[in-house]
């Protein structure tokens, strides 16, 4: 089983009638829906509102085959992102988080036995309490050996110091399996340094490998022997890019426990050539999401007329 710890909330997207249409999603509640969709076993970790978005993203985790058992529900509200999108269909985020349900998740004590995997990422790595709280649970996970994958998933806006931050990220690393990033994030992680070699110093402190997604120029992963594996963009009509990266964790972790290799040493023994297949099955994964509005991985069908 999968493990994805993080928030869910409710994305506020323009249509082309100026009206905010409401859509639900945040980057670890994505990653389940995409794991999920691509039939990987997989169970959602969070605090999510009792109000009626709170009902609608818990239905939607359930019929993504989602396992909710280690959903913690409360009064408290949903939190909404405002998103605007630019010509190219690239999202920029703004964000209501004060007082929000998901801010306040407790350790929930240890994870089912079947666990193999725990993903993190995005806002709950940001937001107090509940930052402190995943950071826990990523450290004890990995002590236990189990997998630890995480996406930043960076928002600025809400970071108010970045160089706390950075420190904070890479002190996160010893404990993390599977990192990936997008190439953006990796920039603004880097700071004033040349970022591939931040990205190779970023994995000599823990990470298997380094997943790094590059949007118009495809996927590439700094491998366990530490070459760069590169496969090529998925040519595809781009509607928005919501949730795109969110697909791709998904669908690496699916990969990943088809292949039997969901755990930091399964990672770390992927050859240039499974990586390659397995960066394409995500790169797919996440082309059919940036063609269709808002967060919508696919199933499992739409992804079968292919050999991975």
């Known amino acids: 089983m999968i493990v994805v710890a993080g928030e869910a909330l409710v994305d506020l997207v323009p249509t082309t009638g100026g009206a905010m249409l409401p859509q639900l999603g945040g980057g670890p509640y994505n990653v389940a829906i995409a794991a999920g969709r ?27 085959q989602v396992d909710v058992s280690l959903v913690q529900r409360g009064p408290e509200p949903t939190t909404l ?3 605007g999108l630019a010509p190219d269909g690239s999202a920029r985020y703004g964000f209501y988080v004060e007082g929000t349900a998901d801010r306040l998740v407790t350790d929930p004590g240890p994870l089912p036995a079947a666990a193999q995997a725990v993903s993190f990422g995005t806002l709950s790595m940001v937001l107090e309490p509940g930052a402190s ?59 004033d340094a040349d970022v591939m070699t931040e990205i190779r ?9 380094v997943v790094i997604t590059r949007g118009g120029d495809g996927l590439a992963v700094l491998s366990g022997d530490g070459q760069l594996v590169e496969v090529p963009p998925v040519r595809v ?47 797919a994964a996440a082309a059919i999401t940036v063609s269709r509005a808002g967060a919508e991985p696919p199933r499992s069908a739409e992804m079968s007329h292919q050999q991975w």
């Not at 691509?38 to 993504?64: I, Q």
């Not at 110093?201 to 490998?209: R, S, V």
């Not at 697909?247 to 040493?265: F, I, N």
Request: no cysteine; net charge negative.
């Open 133 to 191: 709280v995943y950071e826990s649970l990523l450290r004890r996970e990995s002590g236990l050996g189990r997998l630890t994958a995480l996406d930043p998933n960076i928002r600025p806006v809400l970071i108010p110091d970045a160089d706390a931050y950075r420190e904070r990220f890479r002190s996160w690393l010893p404990d993390v399996g599977l990192l990936k990033v997008s190439i953006e994030d990796a920039q603004w992680l880097a700071g």
């Open 237 to 283: 009509d781009v509607v928005d890019t919501i949730g795109a990266g969110d697909t791709v964790q998904g669908a690496l972790l699916a990969w990943l426990h088809r292949h039997g290799a969901l755990s930091k040493d399964g990672v770390a023994a992927l050859t240039d050539l499974q990586w390659r297949t397995a960066l394409a099955f995500a790169g």
């Open 81 to 83: 992102a405002v998103v």
């Open 201 to 209: 110093a970023w994995q000599k402190i823990g990470p298997a490998a």
């Open 38 to 64: 691509l039939d990987a076993p997989v169970a959602f970790l969070s605090r999510v509102s009792t109000d009626t978005f709170g009902d609608a993203l818990v239905a939607r985790l359930k019929d993504a």
